[in-house]
């Protein structure tokens, strides 16, 4: 694909992270981007599809914001990539491809990422919350919402999202544990490991500081 449509493309989708929580801002999806490239590469996946793809996985994630929930931001998204697409003259056969992708990003709808391009951006997506960078988001996010910021003894089944509970510990045990056991690709596996083995030992170590061990 020509870098100026994708430039272009990048340019058009800009709009519509004006304003998001900064877990999903443009960055995510800059981030999304790098290492969904680098799993796509070794997964054989198609790269032109794949890199449409993740620039417009969260287009619509501000309304679904904005909505509570109520929109799914993975169906809406693929209504926006048809639109945006259609406009910019990109071929039929090729979004398509494309919308299948965005459709079937999300871990909770009842559409399942079937190309390889859909996996791996499936899985770039979610191994962004989870590692170093998981820890930074869901720290951010917990400040965010004003919640503390660390609990050690936490008690996830007696504890609310979007509380003053939810800190990253929570986040932790409540969903990022299991982030690796969704993994749809061999190498999306392999770095969700090496991901979920650095939360446990920060986490870790984070306890020991606070019992005054360390
Ligand atoms: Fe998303
Ligand atoms: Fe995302």
Not at 185 to 193: D, H, P, V
């Amino acid at each position: 694909m020509e870098e100026e449509f994708f430039d272009k493309l990048r340019e058009k989708v800009l709009p519509y992270f004006e304003g998001i929580n900064p877990c999903h801002d443009i960055c995510h999806t800059d981030r999304v981007l790098s290492l969904a490239l680098a799993i796509g590469e070794k997964e054989g996946a198609d790269l032109e599809i794949l890199k449409v793809a993740v620039l417009l996985h969260d287009v619509a994630r501000k309304e679904q914001d904005e909505s509570r929930g109520e929109i799914c931001h993975a169906e809406r998204g693929g209504e926006l990539a048809w639109e945006i697409l259609r406009e910019m003259g990109y071929p039929y056969d090729k979004i398509v491809k494309v919308v299948h992708c965005v459709e079937t990003h999300r871990f909770r709808n009842e559409k399942i990422p079937e190309s390889v391009e859909a996996k791996v951006l499936f899985d770039a997506d979610k191994l962004d919350g989870i590692g170093g960078i998981g820890i930074l988001r869901a720290t951010s996010f917990a400040g965010h919402i004003g919640a503390v910021v660390h609990n050690p003894d936490v008690d996830v089944e007696n504890t609310k999202p979007y509380s003053k509970d939810d800190s990253a510990y929570r986040e932790f045990f409540a969903k990022l544990v299991r982030v690796k056991e969704k993994m749809l690709t061999g190498e999306g596996k392999k770095i969700a490991e090496g991901r979920h083995e650095f939360m446990v030992e920060f986490f870790d170590r984070v306890n020991k500081e606070v019992r005054g061990e360390l």
